[in-house]
């Protein structure tokens, strides 16, 4: 923790400066706020509207964690089964990167449609935005059991289910948090791209990417800075309560939390 | 073809294995392992020693030929053989403790309380009695490979295959180990089958030497160690025990493609 703290104080300072920096670019070379507002009508925009902008938080995180959990739930699932042979790999894996390579843009008006607009369709936006780096980083590391752990399992009789258990799903634990650091990310990004879609006409009600597009469109430049910032912000806790999980299940045995000596 | 059978811990019989459409890397290789002999294996790298094991094991099916471990067939008696390999092969998230109690966990044979108190005598036995819930990083190559003939042996095995587990240790740690291995044998009363590249090694802990030959992979010879147990560390330095890591060098130099490390070491 205290090497955890140390860590944040330098990004913190630079973090410090830019605030600096900015405040003063805006001031002395006269920039009109509708432009770039500076950081303090910024932070006074958000407080006076801290309740909207509460509101549009928590409605995004909702979204981004649902969505996340059902990526998670489903990814690994999908991923245990895409580690039962190489054949089922062969025939599944082209549609999964699917996922990956169509643009959610593209779908999201789709699943609007079908679904309604609402928190559901946001959802589901988040989950096909989440569910690939899961899925692909937890296969890989189903699949890649050391040879003789797996004779190991054998000599004593285990079953599938054992071996899945006992052997592939701790073996694979580090490889899936390596998928749910890159989905904690996008989800953030999806479940903004899905209430640019889906959340439109629930104003007022419509998280950060709904409440983004019409500060935009109002010119209320400050404020639209405070929502940006909300959501780097949202992206970022996910991120590092993605990484605090990683470390508790993981620091015990794992070696990407050995102790270093360097630095 | 098969006198004697019946008693023998392993029989062997013509076996042979290729793998794919590949030229055989086992060709009519026939092997008694009796109950209680402690039987090596040596030959070049690649002449098959590892195939042969998991043979044995029943881990990979024979081209033709047949293995009988007990009088059964090597997937029957999976109950009664233990595999050691030649890293430690520990579960890295589970303690010392929990490493042990693997076979036996997964075997369901026995309750959680028995468990844990065969392994902590079996880790007791092999000196690692105080770091039961220390993780396996935390412990050098020696103490790994400790942990996992513990576990190994944690399920009473009868057969004991052992795939060079000290091939990756230190001279010091390995003799160590050796005499332990020795130790365990005669309180337990195991059978083993050894494959080893150290000619000094397989004399000291066997009842026999096998030297294998390669391309195709068959026994070159049978070479007994007369020498009997408990045998101490000093055994090594006795002059009938250098003549005769002297004869298994020798029968090793006769053959081609010789990989072979260490003589008397
Ligand atoms: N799964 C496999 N598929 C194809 N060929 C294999 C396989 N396993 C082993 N071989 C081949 O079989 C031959 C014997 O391998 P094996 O591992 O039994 O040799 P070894 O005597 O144990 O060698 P070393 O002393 O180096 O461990 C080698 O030529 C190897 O390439
Ligand atoms: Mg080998």
Known sequence: ???????????????????????????????????????????????????????????????????????????????????????????????TILLQTVPVVAVAPLILMWFGSGLRSVVLVVAIVCLFPIIANTTQGLVSVDRNLLDLFRMSNATRLQVLVRLRLPHALPALFTGLRISSGLSVIGAFTGEWFASSNTVGQGGLGY???????????????ALVLACAALGSSFF????????????RWHESALPRETE | MSEGCGRAMVAVRGLSKGYGRGASILEGVTLDVARGDFVSLIGPSGCGKSTLLKLVAGLVPPTSGAVEVDGMTPAN???????????????????VLGNVELGLELEQSVDRGRRRAVAEELLGLVGLGDVGGHYPR????????????????????????????????????????????????????????????????????????????????????????????????????????????????????????????????
């Open chain 2, 138 to 265: 935390q412990l050098s190559g020696g103490m790994r490979m400790r942990v996992s003939i513990a576990r190994a042996l944690a399920t009473r095995p009868g057969l004991l295959l052992m795939d060079e587990p000290f091939g990756a240790l230190d001279e010091m740690t390995r003799d160590r180990l050796n005499e332990e291995m020795l130790r365990l044998r005669e309180e337990q009363g195991w059978t083993a089958l050894f494959v080893t590249h150290s000619v000094a090694e397989a004399v000291f802990l066997s009842t026999r030497v096998v030297v294998l030959r390669a391309k195709p992979g068959r026994v070159h010879r049978e070479i007994p160690v007369p020498f009997g147990f408990p045998r101490r560390a000093s055994l090594r330095s006795a002059p009938g025990f250098l003549s005769l890591v002297g004869e298994v060098s020798s029968a090793l130099r006769g053959l081609d493609g010789n990989g072979v490390e260490g003589g008397a070491g």
């Open chain 2, 77 to 95: 008696a999976r109950q009664l053989m233990s595999f050691i390999f030649q890293e430690a092969t520990l579960l890295p998230w589970r303690t």
């Open chain 1, 240 to 251: 590092l309560a993605v990484v605090g999980c990683e470390w508790l299940m993981l620091h």
């Open chain 1, 211 to 225: 409440s983004i597009i019409y500060a935009n469109s109002q010119l209320q430049t400050d404020y639209l800075f």
């Open chain 1, 1 to 95: 923790m205290r090497r955890f703290l140390t860590g944040a104080a330098w990004p913190l300072g630079v973090l410090a400066l830019v605030v600096a920096g900015w405040q003063a670019a805006t001031v002395w070379l006269a920039i009109p706020p509708y432009i770039l507002p500076g950081p303090a009508r910024v932070m006074g925009a958000g407080m006076e509207r801290h309740e909207n902008l509460l509101l549009a938080v928590r409605t995004s995180a909702v979204a981004a964690a649902g969505g996340f959990g059902v990526a998670v739930v489903c990814g690994v699932l999908a991923a245990v089964v895409l580690a039962q042979s190489p054949l089922v790999r062969r025939c599944l894996v082209p549609y």
